[in-house]
């Protein structure tokens, strides 16, 4: 069984630009969170989909928005780009909304 | 609001001592607790659910409501323990779909 697929791997934009981010959740997983990681501030919850309906979400300015699709994946936009948006972005998959499985990540650097 | 403290960053062991990771949560109502682990140059894992009650490569946690925490143990520590180890919340028995981690406990095992 495939996991959690996150691309790309790696992205280095520029302040001031966007970017999408990709999650493929495991196959029937119909729930998807996405977490920032960064040293100074650990791992942070950003916002959770289920079913293409957001059931919750972290403090985290309106730049951050996501989506998830009928087939269960889910993007992640952050538009505007801050210096201090560079961090591992993290998705994670569940059935039901606990007990999650993580994917790789994808480390965004913003210069 | 929850939170979850762990109160070491640094935790180093001997081979075959045993080892205690320590979680602390704060969080009013009925909570859902985790361990995960990130070996190195992977990606974050699942170890153990509270709710599941089992032993996970040999480790236990159990979930102290009066005192508040859910500590890791292991009786006797190996080598490929070392790793880093979140504690993680999730509130209102998991039905908040969020994650609340602590800053995480890197484990070293020396031979």
């Known amino acids: 069984k495939a996991g959690v697929t996150q691309t790309p791997r790696y992205l280095i934009k520029t302040r001031g630009q966007q970017v999408t981010l990709s999650c493929s959740p495991i196959?029937?997983?119909?729930?998807v969170s996405w977490y920032q990681q960064t040293p100074g501030q650990g791992l942070q919850f950003l916002f959770e989909?289920?079913?293409?309906?957001?059931?919750n979400k972290g403090n985290f300015p309106g730049r951050f928005s996501g989506r998830q699709f009928s087939n269960s994946r889910s993007e992640m936009n952050v538009s505007t780009l801050e210096l201090g948006d560079s961090a591992l972005y993290l998705c994670?998959?569940?059935?039901?909304?606990?007990?999650?499985?993580f994917g790789s990540g994808t480390r965004l650097t913003v210069v | 609001a929850q939170r979850v403290t762990q109160p070491e960053k640094l935790l180093s062991v001997f081979k075959g001592a045993p080892v205690e990771l320590k979680c602390n949560y704060s969080?009013?109502?009925?909570?859902?607790l985790f361990w995960y682990v990130q070996y190195s140059r992977q990606r974050l894992q699942l170890l153990l659910r509270?709710?599941s009650r089992e032993s996970i490569k040999g480790f236990t946690a159990d979930l102290n409501k009066g005192e508040t925490s859910f500590h890791l143990k292991k009786p006797f520590a190996q080598e490929e323990d070392s790793a880093m180890y979140y504690c993680?919340?999730?509130?209102?028995?998991?039905?908040?779909?969020?994650?609340?981690f602590g800053k995480g406990t890197l484990l070293t095992v020396n031979p």
């Open positions: 989909y289920f079913s293409e309906t957001q059931r």
């Open positions: 994670a998959s569940s059935p039901e909304g606990a007990g999650y499985t």
């Open positions: 993680a919340l999730s509130a209102n028995g998991g039905s908040n779909y969020k994650l609340t």
């Open positions: 509270h709710i």
């Open positions: 196959s029937g997983h119909r729930s």
């Open positions: 969080y009013s109502g009925s909570p859902e």
